[in-house]
């Protein structure tokens, strides 16, 4: 099969921010090495990948791959995969089916919102932290699929020297720090060394986590978000007792579109 590679840069309409992406759109799914050799290729955060679901014209299967495996529950990549797709068929709500969970987002031009699920911290699973992280003088942790450290403000989180080595010896998919960020914001920062990210520029299913920690523990149900990374992005997040919606856009880099090689 024939097949485009695009790429996007996610939670940003500046095409010289955000977090980059790539995404294809395929007829079925190769192989797990095929698609891992494009991912590497493609030198991006997270390359997506897109199977249409026969008989269902707005429902797509999806996959996510970092340039060294393949990852579960990728937002900005959903997001990615979204934005193909809106080019593609137009305005719509799209869902996104994978073994990790289904998302599902409804995509205007205007913006891109994610419904994403709430996940809570797990008191029967907590472990203590390792005693280099204590150094870090959180005010709070919990665990999700995620380790989240709750740091006392933003120069807290601003300021905090990543161990690489050892946040990629954690049991938990990846480290979390937060902080809220008065009246209506809070921050964070995403390390995630043992995918083959160290530090992600914008998480989208971190807010599974923040989300509702934030919502239970300020008592707002709208935050603004900002991710302190090295390149800007910020998006926004409304949550209900139900559901949880993310807000943000993306953007096109139509001069970096190549074709894939043939797939058998």
């Known amino acids: 099969m024939e097949a485009q590679l695009q790429f996007f840069k ?7 921010k955000g977090n980059p992406a ?10 797990l090495d095929v698609l891992q050799a494009i991912a590497s290729e493609a030198e991006q955060v997270v390359t997506a990948f897109i199977v249409p679901v026969a008989d269902a014209p707005n429902q797509y299967q999806i996959r996510w791959f970092s340039c060294s495996q393949e990852i579960n529950l990728c937002g900005h990549g ?20 994978s073994q990790h969970g289904d998302l599902e987002v409804t995509a205007s031009f205007a913006a891109l919102q994610m419904v994403l699920p709430q996940w809570l911290p797990c008191p029967e699973t907590q472990t203590e932290l390792p005693p280099a992280l204590l150094a ?10 995620d380790l989240v450290l709750v740091l006392a403000d933003e120069q807290a989180v601003q300021q905090f020297q990543p161990d690489f080595t050892l ?12 902080a809220f960020s008065p009246p209506d914001s809070y921050v ?4 995630a060394p043992r995918i083959g990210i160290n ?16 919502f ?38 139509p001069h970096l579109t190549r074709p894939i090689a043939t797939i058998a």
């Open 188 to 191: 964070l920062r995403y390390f």
């Open 22 to 31: 790539a995404c294809a759109l395929l007829s079925h799914w190769p192989d």
């Open 199 to 214: 530090e992600d520029i914008a998480t989208g299913s971190a807010q599974c986590s923040l989300a509702p920690y934030w």
């Open 136 to 145: 870090c003088q959180s005010i709070d942790y919990f665990q999700t699929r």
């Open 167 to 178: 946040i990629q010896q954690l049991e938990q998919h990846a480290l979390i720090i937060s």
């Open 10 to 16: 996610v939670f940003t309409d500046n095409p010289t």
């Open 78 to 97: 959903t997001l990615a995969a979204a934005a193909l797709v809106r080019e593609l068929k137009g305005e719509g709500c799209y869902q996104f089916l």
């Open 216 to 253: 239970k523990k300020i008592g707002r149900t709208e935050f603004k978000v900002r991710q302190l990374s090295l390149i800007d992005a910020s998006f926004s997040v409304a949550i209900n007792t139900q559901q949880l919606h993310l807000k943000a856009q993306a953007v096109n880099l």
